[in-house]
């Protein structure tokens, strides 16, 4: 394979894409369906978006777009601030909260399942609040650090006594990791069975709304053996995804949670990144484990969520172009189930979701949307779930179906693979025109581009969006700067 890549910096790319623009464990648990489950599942995380409209955009883009689940943000009372991470501190398990009433959390719920969307709710049980000061939460709880009414007590919290306030400060400590606060944030002891139960009592609500299963916030944070337990005391088929950050050296590695479901692979989106940005690609490992990455089976991918938007993500929708390319090549892929993200536009890491004067984040729409957009406001949706780009792949991803990814094809700034005799997938992430040839087995002929053409590509004049032709086993991509091509076995003319 050319290894012809002109190295490029992102700042490089940047200037380039405005240019452009100018110019145009543990054994005892295992409650997972994976069974259920096909190559092809795809979600979509909404993040900070009311119930009442993830219910509208499960009708009118999740369902008809092909996804099959949406993670949402936590759905129970926290604290009453404006920051969109007042959602990570819990002060009761009642569901009310600045997204929405338990009334229209259950609505979303039977709304999106008929849509043929689960809904997956993310479950901060490791802990509550982090304030010092007695406060009173959204709905009108009172609490404080240690007393949370009807659930908790002094007594049901870690006081690790490892560090001075009790905060973790060393991360090569599995006992501070796991037993000391996260900022500040009151540490359940989830190794006690009546913690235990109080969180398992609330998980099992949200099941008996219709929840198809959770994110496990913070789960590096709880020994994956109190996380066994809970999920354990859960019925079976319940979806648990943990997110468990891999850290280099650190003792909680997400090996040891993948025996109670799938977690969120970090390292996914850590390796695609430089590529994206270099122009120099290489493949995966394509047969056997991905280092550093859990085996596919138990692995969500992401290009970015919320923490890492505000942190290390390097590809985000400030983006624009690189950032579909991103997603387009994390959908032709045949590893672990992807997640899309789809947030707000913001300038301060902490400012939350556009609200009313009560707290209520503003209710908001993607069904008109179509993207990525040039420029957005603060506070703006990025609409991820609407752009034909993303339809476009999701349709790939449906064709492709088990079909294995292919040895790839780097040629300067472009590179590309197929899924075997399903579908190629082509990026060029440069400044200049770049021209990529990759070997296939689809049949000759003209393909319309997923990319452009969106989830039906083909018209019955033409393509809706670009062209692209086989022939001779060759797929050839004549690809401008910052383009992403894909055809697939249903997009032949
Ligand atoms: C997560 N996963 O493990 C969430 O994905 C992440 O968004 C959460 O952090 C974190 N763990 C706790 O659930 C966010 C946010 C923090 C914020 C916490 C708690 O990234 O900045 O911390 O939620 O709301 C904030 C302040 C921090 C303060 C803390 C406690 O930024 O300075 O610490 O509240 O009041 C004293
Ligand atoms: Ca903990």
Redesign the pocket.
């Known amino acids: 394979m050319p290894r012809l890549g002109r190295p490029g910096t992102r700042r490089g790319l940047l200037v380039a894409g405005a240019m452009a623009a100018l110019l145009a464990l543990t054994s005892c648990a295992a409650p997972q369906d994976s069974g259920d489950r096909t190559a092809q599942d795809a979600g979509i995380q909404l993040f900070q978006l009311p119930w009442n409209s993830i219910a509208g955009e499960c009708e009118t883009t999740l369902g008809p777009n092909g996804f099959s689940w949406v993670l949402t943000s936590p759905p129970n009372e926290s604290i009453a601030r404006d ?1 969109w ?5 819990p002060v009761g398990y009642g569901l009310e909260s600045r997204l929405g009433s338990r009334e229209e959390f259950a609505d979303m719920v039977a709304r999106c399942d008929a849509a043929g969307v689960d809904v997956i709710a993310d479950a ?1 049980i ?2 509550m ?3 010092d000061a007695a406060g009173t939460g959204f709905a009108g709880t009172p609490y404080e650090h240690y007393a949370y009414r009807g659930l908790y007590a002094a007594a049901d919290f870690h006081h690790c006594g490892l560090t001075t306030d009790d905060d973790i400060l060393d991360y090569d400590s599995r006992e501070q990791v796991q037993t000391c606060e ?4 009151a540490d359940l002891d989830t190794s006690s069975p009546r913690v235990r139960e109080t969180i398992v009592a609330y998980l099992d609500d949200l099941l008996s709304l219709g929840v198809a299963g959770f994110r496990i ?5 709880m020994a994956a053996d109190d996380v066994a337990a809970i999920v354990g005391a859960l019925p079976e088929g319940t979806r648990i995804i943990s ?1 468990v ?1 891999r850290g280099a050296g650190e003792p909680v590695q997400p090996e040891e949670y993948t025996g109670l479901g799938e977690v969120f692979e970090f390292s996914y989106a850590r390796d695609l990144a430089p590529q994206l940005e270099s122009g120099v690609f290489a493949d995966p490992e394509l047969e056997g484990d991905r280092p550093l990455h859990v085996p596919a089976d138990t692995a969500v991918v992401f290009v970015d ?3 890492t938007e ?1 942190r290390e993500a390097d590809v985000t929708y400030r983006d624009g172009a690189l950032y579909v390319i991103a997603n387009a090549l994390m959908l032709a892929d045949d590893y672990g189930t992807p997640i899309v993200y789809s947030g707000y536009a913001f300038s301060d890491r ?1 400012a939350g979701a556009p609200a009313g004067a009560d707290g209520a984040v503003d209710q908001a729409s993607c069904a008109d949307a179509t993207g990525p957009a040039d420029a957005y406001d603060d506070g703006e949706r990025t609409c991820v779930q609407s752009w034909p780009a993303i339809a476009g792949m999701l349709e790939f991803r449906a064709v492709a179906g088990d079909a294995p990814r292919l040895e790839g094809v780097d040629e300067g700034d472009a590179y590309g693979f197929e899924r075997e005799g399903r579908g190629v997938v082509a990026v060029n992430v440069g400044a200049e025109e770049q021209t990529v040839e990759i070997p296939t087995s689809l049949p000759a002929g003209e393909y319309c581009d997923a990319i452009t053409g969106g989830r039906e590509p083909v018209t019955s004049d033409g393509c809706r969006g670009a062209v692209y032709t086989v022939e001779d086993g060759v797929a050839r991509f004549e690809l401008g700067p910052l383009v992403a091509a894909a055809i697939h076995a249903d997009s032949r003319r």
């Open positions: 920051e991470w007042a959602s990570y501190q901060v490791n802990h609040t982090g304030q996260l900022v500040n944030l916030d913070a789960a590096k944070h997110e950050i969520n919320h923490d505000r902490d």
